[in-house]
């Protein structure tokens, strides 16, 4: 098989399965492509950039000796090399990414329209305050969407994505603590919470302590209570829940951690199962990240970008991050000093440099806006509905470990139905691949063994889901039928065969090198 420079096969492995492997390389309309520095040549450039005359004097030693071995490409080679690339993805606007967890929904044009908007658009964070008004009523709508949707007082928009939105509630958490002048050390969170949450609790220097799972998937509120005691800062719950199931004894466990002196941070990244019709702040929660690239649009695959902000408590409220964002007379301003607070006010300190992200906060509002509160409630709703249609459709060809009753927005299975077969979880996502899917997310939550968790959101029509679940059914009976052999080794028909995807995780090579030199990992 060619191999690039980096070791990786230059060729899809996919021709030799075809019965005319082609010359070229390619397969129709799927074009093989090499990396960037492989296509291009010194001697090409697309632009032509002027002759500088570069004083030796003024960059002493720090001047380039060799070149610096930028790929040359015509206009043409650069856009056709991206626009091959972009045919080897996956994303929303090409399939059903059933992707659980992460809340893949229908991104609306209209809202990259609004977020492009030059006032948006362009707005720079050291704009003076008085320039960027219209931003800050943005801002300011969006809070009120958000504390309204939750049922909270305040709303601490900063942080930029999930994680940083956990971050952002125990640092406050710890502050309001350390106000009350207690050191409590303990977080507990349950077996089945991603697994950014007890990262984050470890982050803001809490140890965590894991309560188990019940064997119907929920949180075990007996064990729960029997592990709180003074020392208990938090509690950091997901509802719904990991497993795709609502908590029913959620109130009960809020008020068992108040009674002890301790808060109740909920994961909110699966608000899309609820938005509209439950509102968090009823259920006794203390500060909650909302996931805006999940439950309120915007693509985000490949790690960005996002937004967290984090509603809080009046008991958490004060103690909420800088910059505050006030109403001063007809103004809009944002309070950056420690020494100019209004009373009460204590922030733990910052997130981040400046205001957030703006284009995420304007995508959100245009979906809340162009949805209405109606249609936010709708949204979850049939986000629900999707999932208990695929669950039914499913349960008694695949195995699903909580499948006696109704799920909210997503469906869970786990690998009992590949049992004895030789198919695992792994090799039964790939080869969704070959059938045109993004796999679900496998293996979370981990109470679960193999686990396969579904999240169709509500963008998918019923035809779509029909189509999915008959893809999904036949698998499983192949499977069962003990035919290996599109399951071994699949993808297929994949532009890259399968990787080690742990070695990519743990040895990346991000750097280009020409062959010559060695590789190592970066
Ligand atoms: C996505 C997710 C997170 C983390 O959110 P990011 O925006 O990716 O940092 C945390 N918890 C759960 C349950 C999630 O699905």
């Known amino acids: 098989m060619p191999m690039n420079a980096q070791g990786r096969p230059s060729a899809p492995d996919a021709v030799e399965h075809i019965e005319i492997p082609t010359i070229s390389g390619d397969r129709g309309l799927d074009h093989e492509e090499p990396l960037i520095f492989e296509l291009g040549r010194e001697c090409v450039t697309g632009v032509d950039i002027p002759q500088v005359q570069i004083s030796d004097e003024r960059l002493g030693n720090l001047r380039r000796?060799?070149?610096?071995?930028?790929?040359?490409?015509s206009e043409p080679e650069v856009v056709r090399h991206y626009v091959r690339l972009s045919r080897m993805n996956y994303a929303i606007d090409a399939g059903l990414y059933p992707l659980g967890s992460c809340t893949m929904k229908h991104n609306p044009r209209l809202n990259e329209k609004m977020a492009r908007l030059p006032g948006f658009g362009d707005v720079h964070p050291l704009q003076p305050q008085q320039t960027v008004q219209g931003a800050f009523a943005l801002i300011s709508d969006l809070m009120r969407w958000l504390t309204t949707l939750t049922g909270m007082p305040a709303v601490a928009m900063w942080p930029k994505a999930g994680a940083h939105g956990e971050l952002c509630g125990l640092l406050t958490i710890r502050a309001a603590l350390e106000a009350r002048g207690e050191k409590r050390t303990r977080v507990l969170v349950p077996s089945s919470a991603h697994g950014t949450n007890p990262a984050t609790a470890a982050l803001a220097g809490f140890t965590v302590d894991e309560v188990p799972a019940t064997d119907d998937g929920h949180v075990d509120a007996d064990a729960l209570e029997a592990k709180l005691g003074p020392d208990v800062a938090a509690i950091m719950l997901t509802n719904p829940n990991t497993c795709g199931l609502f908590e029913p004894r959620i109130k009960e466990m809020a008020d068992a951690v108040h009674k002890v002196g301790g808060y109740f941070y909920c994961d909110g990244a699966n608000f899309n199962a609820i938005a509209g019709r439950v509102r968090p702040g009823d259920l006794g929660v203390d500060a909650m990240h909302i996931n805006?690239?999940?439950?309120?649009?915007?693509?985000?695959?490949?790690?960005g970008p996002g937004a967290g902000p984090v509603v809080l408590s009046a008991a958490l409220a004060p103690y909420a991050p800088l910059p505050l964002l006030v109403h001063d007379g007809n103004e809009l301003r944002l309070l950056e000093d420690r020494d100019a607070m209004p009373s009460g006010a204590q922030p733990f300190g910052r997130m981040c440099a400046f205001q957030g992200q703006m284009g995420m906060f304007v995508r959100a509002l245009s979906?809340?806006?162009?949805?209405?509160?109606?249609?936010?409630?709708?949204?979850?709703?049939?986000?629900?509905?999707?999932?208990?249609?695929?669950?039914?459709?499913?349960?008694?060809?695949?195995?699903?470990?909580?499948?006696?009753?109704?799920?909210?927005?997503?469906?869970?299975?786990?690998?009992?139905?590949?049992?004895?077969?030789?198919?695992?979880?792994?090799?039964?996502?790939?080869?969704?691949?070959d059938e045109g899917y993004h796999p679900m997310t496998m293996y979370f939550p981990l109470v679960v063994h193999g686990a396969m968790l579904i999240e169709p959101t509500e963008s998918e029509s019923?035809?779509?889901?029909?189509?999915?679940?008959?893809?999904?059914?036949?698998?499983?009976?192949?499977?069962?039928?003990?035919?290996?052999?599109r399951f071994e080794g699949a993808p297929r028909l994949a532009p890259r065969r399968r990787l080690d995807e742990t070695a990519a995780a743990r040895k990346p090579i991000l750097r280009w090198r020409p062959a010559e030199l060695p590789q190592a990992a970066e």
């Open 65 to 73: 000796r060799a070149p610096i071995g930028l790929p040359g490409l």
């Open 367 to 433: 979906y809340m806006l162009s949805h209405g509160a109606d249609g936010i409630r709708q949204a979850s709703e049939d986000a629900v509905l999707s999932a208990n249609y695929i669950l039914a459709s499913l349960k008694d060809t695949m195995s699903a470990p909580f499948g006696d009753g109704p799920c909210m927005h997503e469906a869970l299975f786990d690998d009992t139905f590949l049992h004895d077969t030789g198919v695992t979880t792994l090799d039964f996502a790939k080869a969704m691949i």
């Open 292 to 303: 805006l690239h999940k439950t309120f649009s915007t693509p985000h695959g490949g790690g």
């Open 462 to 485: 019923k035809e779509s889901l029909d189509r999915f679940i008959h893809v999904l059914r036949a698998l499983a009976e192949e499977a069962k039928a003990g035919k290996r052999e």
